[in-house]
């Protein structure tokens, strides 16, 4: 699905991970008149697809410019792809937002070579080729703007909830994110790290789990999981213009829990 553009683009900006949960809530966030948003998702099914599409079309009727593509963001090339597609179909590239991933509770007893290296190559290794497509359009925006969806789980390590793959690769993804920082910093392009806590899901074996979201809401000082309108609105502010001298930050955004 795309929308055509009638008027001079603002700002570019290529969402992974946007069917559904904090990329949904992104992209119906900075979604405006000339604005132009790559909307990214697995599609590893019809629902899947149905999220994305629906999540494109609610964009658009808030005045942006869309389209949607389909990728499995650990297969060697998929960046590469959104990258492209992104620059031929928009002629620029301003923002990018790395929030496609996912959390396994894993210990590390029962860890194996395939589990780390499938995380490894969807969050870290998919955020460093998309970041490396990306650079030389990056570099040349006047609004460059990089930032990549962490964890709490990379800061808040208990036996009674591992998460050892995940973990390891989001921490992997926010070191890369400091290097990418201090390379592009010359060209004026920031790049940072949010870092949510407990985050209520839109979809999946989780998402009606009350006992689960329960728990989760009494372990967080605050006392409650945070919306993903809540992580989105930090993103927001740090694609702005307001947050043009934020760079090399992991922010957390997880109502106190890594507090202690």
């Not at 806590?197 to 945070?226: F, M, Q």
Request: aromatic residues 4%.
């Amino acid at each position: 699905m795309s929308t055509p553009a009638s008027a001079p683009l603002q700002r570019v900006v290529l969402i992974t991970g946007a069917g559904s949960g904090i990329g949904a809530a992104l992209a119906r966030r900075v979604a405006a008149p000339n604005v132009a948003l790559a909307l990214h998702a697995r599609g590893a099914d019809t629902a899947s697809r149905e999220r994305l599409e629906a999540v494109a079309t609610q964009c658009a009727s808030q005045g942006a410019v869309t389209t949607t593509l389909y990728a499995d963001l650990a297969e060697p090339g998929a960046a590469d792809h959104l990258v492209h597609h992104t620059l031929a179909h928009f002629g620029a590239l301003d923002q990018l937002v790395a929030n496609a991933g996912h959390a396994q509770r894993q210990t590390l007893a029962s860890l194996d070579a395939n589990s780390l290296a499938a995380s490894f190559a969807s969050m870290p290794g998919a955020f460093a080729a998309l970041l490396k497509r990306a650079m030389p359009a990056l570099a040349t925006s006047q609004r460059g703007r990089v930032v990549a969806v962490s964890s709490f789980v990379a800061h808040r390590y208990r036996a009674d909830a591992p998460f050892a793959a995940t973990a390891a690769a989001k921490a992997a993804l926010e070191s890369l994110a400091k290097t990418a920082a201090a390379e592009l910093a010359p060209q004026g392009v920031t790049v940072n790290c949010v870092a949510p806590g407990y985050t209520r899901k839109d979809h999946g074996p989780s998402a009606e789990n009350a006992p689960v979201w329960t728990r989760a809401a009494e372990v967080t000082p605050l006392g409650r999981i945070a919306e993903p309108a809540d992580i989105a609105e930090l993103i927001a502010f740090l694609l702005s213009d307001a947050a043009r001298h934020v760079t090399g930050q992991v922010i957390h955004i997880d109502g106190g829990l890594t507090l202690g």
